[in-house]
């Protein structure tokens, strides 16, 4: 079973930056999105930013909270996915989740999710 490994977590000081990165442990085909989720303590689980294939462009999507903060990018081929993450702001801790889509018809799409990784901000 492929399993997506998360990495680059950690405590930061408000205003500072982080990297996440995110690599499969084996190869996903037909991979149709790539991206990053977030549960707050308390909360649910929320989109930060993905990267969904659309015919042959990809489309990028951000939550509203992190626009123009973060930047999410991939290699499709390679299975990997990074979020690059500035002006962090303590709001931004949570758990942050890899995830990786694949769909190959008449197959549903079917999702690797990562263990997690802890982003604390401090203020």
């Known amino acids: 079973q492929v399993q997506l490994v998360e990495s680059g977590g950690g405590l930061v000081q408000a205003g500072g930056s982080l990297r996440l990165s995110c690599v499969a442990s084996g190869t996903i085909t037909n991979v149709i999105a790539m991206g990053w989720y977030r549960q707050a303590p308390g909360k649910q689980r929320e989109l930060v930013a993905t990267i969904t294939r659309s015919g042959n462009s990809d489309v990028i999507k951000y939550g509203d909270s992190v626009k123009g903060r973060f930047t999410i990018s991939g290699d499709n081929a390679k299975n990997t996915v990074y979020l690059q993450m500035n002006s962090l702001k303590p709001e931004d801790t949570a758990v942050y989740f890899c995830?990786?889509?694949?769909?190959?018809?008449?197959?549903?799409?079917?999702?690797?999710w990562g263990q997690g990784t802890q982003v604390t901000v401090s203020s």
């Open positions: 995830n990786i889509g694949r769909s190959s018809w008449p197959e549903p799409r079917y999702d690797y």
